[in-house]
Nanobody, 126 residues
């Protein structure tokens, strides 16, 4: 059984940065897919960014080069570095992962992984 635990959310001012972490516990995950989603109040959940071990990657149009996913396999942890945050980025952020590869861009965009974190609140406000 794999569990994902997020950390790193909080309140920041516009233009500032945050790094979210997602740590996996349980059996060795060996994730093929790592992703972050977010959901703002009254809005649908949306994909922030995703990468696969096979080299596919995607991000939401709103990212505009501001956010980056990275991973530390030795720590079973992956990250979302968010720079130049805007008030519109305010949301609950969820990490997501899977042991099953996504081999097409369509599947990467439309099929979330099997494992979810509990969510961490990010608030961007002056």
């Amino acid at each position: 059984q794999v569990q994902l635990v997020e950390s790193g959310g909080g309140l920041v001012q516009p233009g500032e940065s945050l790094r979210l972490s997602c740590t996996a516990s349980g059996t060795s995950p060996s994730f093929k897919l790592m992703a972050w989603y977010r959901q703002a109040p009254g809005k649908r959940r949306e994909l922030v960014a995703a990468v696969t071990s096979g080299g596919l990657s995607t991000s939401g149009n709103f990212v505009k080069g501001r956010f980056t996913i990275s991973g530390d396999t030795a720590k079973n942890t992956f990250y979302l570095q968010m720079n130049n945050l805007e008030p519109e980025d305010t949301a609950v952020y969820y990490c997501n992962a899977d042991r099953v590869e996504r081999v097409t861009m369509a599947s990467l965009i439309t099929i979330p992984g099997a494992y979810w974190g509990q969510g961490t609140q990010v608030t961007v406000s002056s």
